[in-house]
């Protein structure tokens, strides 16, 4: 049965009858069931037979002690919590105790508050740890799905295209509305290709609008080309080299940059800012845009022959808006971060963006 569908069960074991019934009275918190066990090889017997949450145990029994139904039942059960009682605290037993895993240690005789707090406090951590374990098994499952978290048919089929495309090295456009996920699905392509152990370098071009800019950004510059040039500086497509290089928000590039780009793409060439030396660029080119091309294409806004040659494969990612069923998928990935102040991805990164 899933650790979340188990009842919170609170195991009782003490020799003594009223002691064990005034903490029956004290112990009632909702949303778990409380049993009894006499004897601790009762609660031995209990415990290899039912998952516990937390158990309360006298230190002090005949033939088995609290201490050997301690480890037994965290033994069983790594989650389950431990509460040891005694009339006899010494420093060294309670030692002992925490050093065998137990949560908290009470001597008797105790206020009954002070038991129902240290319940309380073991039982919110028993339920934390036990959500733990299952958003680590659920992550370890959608790792092993190509970075896309989904179900859904579509999502399905762009899984099925990645894997399509990543073995061929030609130009990929993936198309889709702002955070659906391009450059997940861009990254993914590099992953599962033959240039996977080469750079994955990533170019938002909406992001840097002036055009010399761009192209120092990508193709890098020789010395003295503008004012600051001071040094060389290697551009993105040599820091690419053998690897991917991913142009998202495409459709904002200016029509020089495009034609410089439909160069790169026919004959691997290009040049740095205001150099005259020829160099070869043998990197993969894919691109995102987040509005259709065919639309820009017309309007003469983009060229149609850089449009056809990024088009070798085209990828359409479907919104969340169109696949509701994967949103319980999505909630449940990226909630422990939330939750519990856990590094959570950063805004922007390639496993944030793969939600929408």
């Keep these: 049965m899933p650790l979340g569908t188990l009842p919170d069960r609170i195991l009782i074991v003490e020799d003594d009858e009223p002691m064990r019934r005034m903490i029956r009275e004290v112990l009632a918190p909702p949303g778990a069931e409380v049993h009894e066990a006499q004897s601790s090889q009762g609660a031995l017997d209990y415990?290899?037979?039912?998952?516990?949450a937390v158990v309360v145990t006298d230190l002090r029994m005949p033939r088995i002690g609290g201490l050997d139904v301690l480890q037994f039942a965290r033994r069983r059960n790594a989650l389950t919590q431990v509460i040891l009682l005694t009339g006899h605290a010494t420093v060294e037993s309670a030692v002992d105790a925490l050093k065998g895993g137990?949560?908290?240690?009470?001597r008797k005789p105790f206020e009954p508050d002070e038991l129902r707090h240290a319940v309380d406090r073991a039982l919110e951590h028993y339920r934390l740890n036990r959500e733990n374990v299952q958003l680590r098994e659920a992550n370890s499952a959608y790792a092993d799905l190509d970075g896309l978290i989904g179900k859904n048919p579509a999502i399905e089929q762009v899984r099925r295209m990645v894997r399509a495309c990543a073995g061929y090295d030609c130009c990929v456009l993936i198309t889709g509305e702002s955070g659906t996920g391009k450059e997940v699905v861009a990254h993914q392509i590099h992953l599962q290709s033959e240039r996977r152990d080469a750079r994955f370098?990533?170019?938002?071009?909406?992001?840097?609008?002036?055009?010399?800019?761009?192209?120092?950004?990508?193709?890098?510059?020789k010395r003295g080309a503008f004012t600051?040039?001071?040094?060389?500086?290697?551009?993105?497509?040599?820091?690419?080299?053998?690897?991917?290089?991913?142009?998202?928000?495409?459709?904002?590039?200016?029509?020089?940059?495009?034609?410089?780009?439909?160069?790169v793409i026919q004959d691997g060439t290009y040049f740095r800012v205001g150099d005259t030396e020829q160099r070869h660029a043998d990197v993969r080119l894919i691109a995102a845009t987040n509005r259709p091309l065919p639309g820009l294409v017309e309007s003469g806004a983009f060229r149609m022959d850089l449009y056809y040659r990024l088009r070798i494969v085209e990828i359409v990612l479907p919104p969340l808006r169109e696949r509701r069923n994967d949103i319980p998928l999505l909630a449940n990935y990226f909630w422990p971060g939330t939750r519990r102040g856990c590094a959570s991805p950063a805004r922007g990164s390639p496993r944030a963006r793969s939600a929408a």
């Design 47 to 52: 415990l290899e037979k039912v998952d516990v």
């Design 102 to 106: 137990a949560y908290d240690y009470l």
């Design 201 to 221: 370098i990533a170019v938002n071009c909406a992001a840097i609008p002036e055009e010399n800019v761009i192209e120092s950004e990508l193709f890098g510059y």
């Design 228 to 263: 600051g040039a001071n040094s060389d500086k290697l551009g993105k497509f040599a820091a690419a080299d053998k690897g991917t290089i991913f142009l998202d928000e495409i459709n904002n590039a200016s029509p020089a940059f495009q034609a410089k780009l439909l160069r």
